[in-house]
């Protein structure tokens, strides 16, 4: 069975900085997609970022590019994702996912169908 277990959300005051875990168990991040959703107050879920099983393609939000960077160690089987020059309107519940194997259109990676398993989610609240 494979679980995801996100770590590292917090406060954090506009402009600072965080950076959230997500390791798998189960079976290993290498051959996978890898991606970050978030769902704000009254909001629907959201894509963040996303990471192709090679890591050699990486997508972002247009609202979170050039502040957040997706990363991954297949070492410890865990995905990163650095969020720096934090917003209010960045207050959400992180939630990570991973996908299938092999080669996708990158438009799939958008929807939240395309991803197989999700975790629990962490919480980041930025202050003003």
């Known amino acids: 069975q494979v679980q995801l277990v996100e770590s590292g959300g917090g406060l954090v005051q506009a402009g600072g900085s965080l950076r959230l875990s997500c390791e798998a168990s189960?079976?290993?991040?290498?051959?996978?997609?890898m991606g970050w959703f978030r769902q704000g107050p009254g909001q629907v879920r959201e894509f963040v970022a996303a990471?192709?099983?090679?890591?050699?393609?990486?997508l972002y939000a247009g609202s979170v590019e050039g502040r957040f960077t997706i990363s991954r160690d297949n070492a410890k089987n865990t995905v990163y994702l650095q969020s720096n020059s934090l917003k209010p309107e960045d207050t959400a519940v992180y939630y990570c996912?991973?996908?299938?194997?092999?080669?996708?259109?990158?438009?799939?990676?958008?929807?939240?169908?395309?991803?197989?398993?999700w975790g629990q989610g962490t919480q980041v609240t930025v202050s003003s």
């Open positions: 996912a991973t996908g299938p194997s092999g080669y996708y259109n990158l438009s799939n990676y958008y929807r939240e169908s395309f991803w197989d398993y």
């Open positions: 990471i192709r099983w090679n890591a050699g393609i990486t």
């Open positions: 189960g079976r290993a991040v290498s051959p996978y997609a």
